[in-house]
């Protein structure tokens, strides 16, 4: 299996642009989890999806954030508009129900 | 409330064990995890514990758990250079993964 696919890697952009990331989560998995890493509030859970439904989303910052599931092998992270203190990365990591999860290589978002 | 606390920085020499500590507050955590990010890379699952054991060995890695105490630590034997990474303690509390701020381990050669 090739794991947690994140794309993009890395994402530089202006303020006030749309961003999209995406995830393809591991094959089987009915869990999709988004966080962010930052320096000064660590690794934060923003969504968490349970078999392509959003359960709690109370870790989205704002309304500027906005995530779907559309099916179960993909999901993305959409912010809109983007401000520079959005720059983080952003992991998204799946599970099955052994509650252990798997995480992406994360995208390194630079919003400028 | 959640939260897991972790020492922020950790050296050691190449062949000496390390010691990571880790405390935590939810008693009702069912397990503990710890992960490992190399620079640049996502969190790789190194180990976890069952919320009912006191010690589990993997290898180079050992984790004690002290209940009581909510604390967690995690052993690396022999490290190596390849060991230099942040570790992360996390508990779980039901379908959430909560995170403490990670330990820099840098090992010296």
């Known amino acids: 299996d090739a794991g947690v696919i994140q794309s993009p890697r890395h994402e530089v952009t202006e303020m006030g642009q749309e961003v999209t990331l995406r995830c393809k989560p591991i094959?089987?998995?009915?869990?999709l989890f988004w966080y962010r890493q930052t320096m000064m509030r660590g690794l934060e859970l923003l969504i968490y999806?349970?078999?392509?439904?959003?359960?709690?989303d109370s870790g989205m910052p704002e309304d500027r954030f906005s995530a779907k599931m559309p099916n179960a092998s993909f999901s993305t992270l959409k912010i809109q508009p983007s401000e520079p203190r959005d720059s983080a990365v952003y992991f998204c990591?799946?599970?099955?129900?052994?509650?252990?999860?798997?995480f992406g290589p994360g995208t390194r978002l630079t919003v400028l | 409330g959640e939260d897991v606390e972790q020492s922020l920085f950790l050296s050691v020499r190449e062949g000496d064990s390390s010691v990571i500590n880790c405390t935590y507050t939810?008693?009702?955590?069912?397990?503990l995890y710890w992960y490992k990010q190399e620079p640049g890379a996502g969190l790789q699952l190194l180990t976890y514990?069952?919320?009912?054991?006191d010690m589990k060995q993997d290898q180079r890695l050992t984790v004690l758990l002290n209940k009581k105490d909510k604390h967690l630590s995690l052993r690396i034997a022999d490290t190596q250079t390849g060991d230099s990474a942040i570790y992360f303690c996390?508990?779980?509390?039901?379908?959430?993964?909560?995170f403490g701020a990670g330990t820099i381990l840098r090992v010296k050669s």
């Open positions: 514990i069952f919320s009912n054991m």
């Open positions: 990591a799946s599970s099955s129900d052994s509650n252990e999860q798997f």
């Open positions: 999806f349970n078999n392509n439904v959003p359960i709690d």
């Open positions: 939810d008693s009702s955590s069912t397990y």
């Open positions: 094959s089987g998995h009915n869990s």
């Open positions: 996390a508990e779980s509390i039901g379908y959430k993964l909560v």
